[in-house]
């Protein structure tokens, strides 16, 4: 698939001093150039998030080995098959974005609350009741699968509550990219429409480095389209994760 740079990515801070400011202070520039597929760019412009024209390290150039996607990265689990346009609001309802990810606790309520705004059409629960967790470790969708509002509560809530990817036809550029920054779960592309072919409760497995979906139950393969320089950054636990990694940025000092 091609594959496009986006104008907001993340480069090696550069200090730059600053006749305002005193010896002690100094201001931080950062430019992003993470790629994606470009069919998360065609309708959906990215604007720059600075002007500077400081020199771009990009993501996808760093020289350490974990700039390198992991080819052996397979999943294997039951599947929960969704439509098109499921938008944030199916996926974690507002009242729920008041609970704060980084706190443990809130964090496993927060998965508890997946899928919870799905309409009474999906009959099958994803969650089920008095459980935080689901069985479901595998999400299949249609169509532009997490469109609606920018929370980045909405992939947090997925892996949150246990699912490692989700293989949909498209998704809206904002659900990616949050996908993408948290390293909550993988947003995989399929080449067909797979939500048609699977059902809920499919045992499936897939395999990133064949770009490939196997349906054990109706045992059908497809084919997913590669997810490219995001896979680094997703395999780190998100954006800021891969830059201390690749010494993009300091590491967090020790608690």
């Known amino acids: 698939m091609a594959m496009a740079a986006t104008s907001a990515s993340l480069s090696n801070p550069t200090l730059q001093p600053s006749h305002k400011l005193s010896k002690s202070r100094q201001t931080i520039t950062f430019n992003l150039n993470l790629k994606m597929p470009t069919t998360h760019l065609t309708k959906f412009p990215i604007q720059h998030l600075t002007t500077s024209s400081t020199r771009v390290v990009p993501l996808y150039a760093a020289t350490t080995p974990s700039s390198t996607p992991d080819t052996t990265t397979t999943f294997h689990g039951v599947s929960y098959v969704l439509g098109d346009n499921i ?3 199916q996926i974690i309802p507002a009242e729920y974005l008041t609970l704060v990810p980084s706190k443990p606790d809130e964090y496993r309520k927060l998965g508890s609350f997946a899928l919870i705004g799905l309409p009474s059409t999906y009959s099958t629960r994803f969650i089920e009741p008095g459980e935080v967790k689901s069985k479901y470790s ?9 469109c609606g509002s920018s929370r980045e509560h909405a992939p947090v809530a997925l892996g949150a509550a246990g699912v490692k990817a989700v293989v949909a036809e498209s998704y809206a550029r904002i659900f990616f990219r949050n996908s993408v920054a948290t390293g909550e779960v993988y947003p995989l592309e399929s ?3 797979l939500c048609d072919e699977c059902s809920t409760g499919d045992v499936v497995t897939v395999e990133f480095g064949k770009n490939l ?10 084919k997913l389209k590669p997810i490219g320089d995001a896979g680094p950054v997703i395999d780190a636990g998100g954006i800021f994760a891969y830059a201390r990694k690749t010494g ?3 590491s967090a000092p020790p608690a």
Request: aromatic share 8%; no cysteine.
């Open 248 to 250: 993009m940025i300091p």
């Open 138 to 146: 595998i999400v299949i969708g249609g169509e532009n699968f997490g």
């Open 213 to 222: 979906l196997i349906n054990h139950t109706t045992g059908k393969e497809y």
């Open 87 to 89: 938008d944030t609001d």
């Open 191 to 193: 080449e067909g429409r």
